[in-house]
T-cell receptor, first 116, second 115 residues
Framework: DGGITQSPKYLFRKEGQNVTLSCEQN?????MYWYRQDPGQGLRLIYY???????QKGDIAEGYSVSREKKESFPLTVTSAQKNPTAFYLC???????????????FGPGTRLTVL | AQKITQTQPGMFVQEKEAVTLDCTYD???????LFWYKQPSSGEMIFLIY??????QNATEGRYSLNFQKARKSANLVISASQLGDSAMYFC????????????FGAGTTVTVRA
């Protein structure tokens, strides 16, 4: 089945540690995205990648880093510099990220990160 | 200023009835897209329906329809014949401009369907 997978589903981190969240898609989409969701709120964009080996910061990139070495994969690292990392993280992909009338973003199941 | 406003934090609806979820948006672009997503308790965001700013007809997808009123800058979602499985959080989102990738999300509306 085509889709987006994220792992792990739940992640616990001690303060001061870096953690990496996995996002893989087999939809052959060029564009991939990372969002953060806090309780009772909408999604906020962390990073975006329109093509392999290229990515741009979103609204809340501080304390996060990404890589895009393969079209299928867009891992997100939450660094110790992120002051309040406890949140729900959602990965998404779209055909080309170029906007247009039908460039819909499709989401993975999410990773819930808790800092202990 | 908020780009997407959803004024209803929570709503209750009786099974088999219709429910309307409000969404107003703010943009100066002529070209933009409006999206609705459903988020059940599992957390995954499920795409429901899309409306382009130049689309003359209101979008429909099965039991979902979008009441697009461009002059009022509103894009309300109508769910007809509600089912228990429709209980979830619903988000309105907007992409501005033709070449922009970014989605701006509203705060969401929680819908609870009663049997």
């Amino acid at each position: 089945d085509g889709g987006i997978t994220q792992s792990p589903k739940y992640l616990f981190r001690k303060e001061g540690q870096n953690v990496t969240l996995s996002c893989e898609q087999n939809l052959n989409h060029d564009a991939m995205y990372w969002y953060r969701q806090d309780p009772g709120q909408g999604l906020r964009l962390i990073y975006y990648s329109q093509i392999v080996n290229d990515f741009q910061k979103g609204d809340i990139a501080e304390g996060y880093s990404v890589s895009r070495e393969k079209k299928e994969s867009f891992p997100l690292t939450v660094t110790s510099a992120q002051k309040n990392p406890t949140a729900f993280y959602l990965c998404a992909s779209s055909i080309d990220g170029g906007g247009g009338s039908t460039d819909t973003q499709y989401f993975g199941p999410g990773t819930r990160l808790t800092v202990l | 200023a908020q780009k997407i406003t959803q004024t209803q934090p929570g709503m209750f609806v009786q099974e088999k009835e219709a429910v309307t979820l409000d969404c107003t948006y703010d943009t100066s672009d002529q070209s933009y897209g409006l999206f609705w997503y459903k988020q059940p308790s599992s957390g995954e965001m499920i795409f429901l329906i899309y409306q382009g700013s130049y689309d003359e007809q209101n979008a429909t997808e099965g039991r979902y329809s979008l009441n697009f009123q461009k002059a009022r800058k509103s894009a309300n979602l109508v769910i007809s014949a509600s089912q228990l499985g429709d209980s979830a959080m619903y988000f309105c989102a907007m992409r501005e401009g033709y070449n922009d990738y970014k989605l701006s999300f509203g705060a969401g509306t929680t819908v609870t369907v009663r049997a």
